[in-house]
């Protein structure tokens, strides 16, 4: 068996998710870009590659479930298991979001990809992470989904605009990570969420603050972490960021 670390990286093609596999390929390990766009994900495998990481290509949709499947049995087949999961891939459902406004079917989408597409890709790949010695799980979140940021002052509420589809489907990730830390409990497979902040992607229409590199940081960080790390929490570069 081939002793490299193996992460998978949903999203990987751009943004954070890409910038995600630059920071693990940089630590020598054999990193999967999940993508489901054929012509994306092949340019980013070129790209990483030519920068001297050793990356492979994962075609995924993270909403299908044979999709999920056909990338864990690629993965096993490549390597026969896998030691961290990066479950970035995301979407908005657009902007504006006004509860009274939106149309239900956007809060299903959203939902969907931020959500259900993560309990279908982490349980695909759960029986390949069971056989890894130091296994990690990383959910890309976000403070817009910490519903004590939401509430309280309005001076005090640092979660962005209204967004009825984006925000509570972070919030709905974070309440699963909590229930797959309760069940994993005693194992010794880490998850946690991470909150990359306020970064310039498409997701965003480049509006954010900070670098894909910066917003990588965290991931890296849950990524890598000691085997009496952590687990079931949720944190941002500052420290936990509150439920």
């Known amino acids: ?9 949903t999203g990987a093609n751009k943004g954070i998710g890409y910038e995600i596999a630059v920071g693990l390929g940089a630590l020598g390990w054999s990193v999967g870009v999940g993508a489901r766009d054929d012509q994306r994900r092949k340019a980013a495998v070129e790209r990483l590659r030519a920068a001297g990481i050793d990356a492979f290509g994962v075609p995924l949709d993270v909403t299908d479930d044979a999709s999920a499947t056909a990338a864990a049995r690629l993965i096993e087949e490549q390597d026969g298991r896998l030691d961290v999961l990066v479950n970035n891939a995301a979407i908005t459902g657009g902007m504006p979001q006004e509860p009274t406004r ?31 010695a130091s296994p990690r799980i990383v959910n890309m979140s976000s403070s817009v989904g910490s519903l004590t940021r939401q509430s309280g002052p309005a001076a005090e509420q640092r979660t962005g605009p209204i967004a009825v589809a984006y925000a509570p ?10 229930q797959y830390a309760r069940e994993l409990s005693g194992t010794n497979i880490l998850i946690n969420a991470g909150c990359p902040g306020y970064v310039a992607t498409d997701l965003n229409g ?33 420290g936990v960021v509150p439920w």
């Open 1 to 9: 068996m081939n002793e490299r670390t193996i992460a998978l990286v």
């Open 102 to 132: 939106v149309d239900p079917a956007t809060i299903r989408t959203v939902v969907e990809t931020n959500v259900i597409g993560v309990v279908r890709v982490t349980n695909a790949m759960m029986p390949l992470l069971r056989r890894s």
């Open 169 to 178: 489907s972070k919030t709905f990730l974070n309440a699963v990570t909590l």
């Open 206 to 238: 480049f509006r954010g603050v900070r670098s894909p590199e910066q917003g990588a940081a965290i991931a890296i960080k849950l990524a890598t972490l000691p085997d009496d790390g952590p687990t079931g929490e949720f944190f941002e570069d500052a």
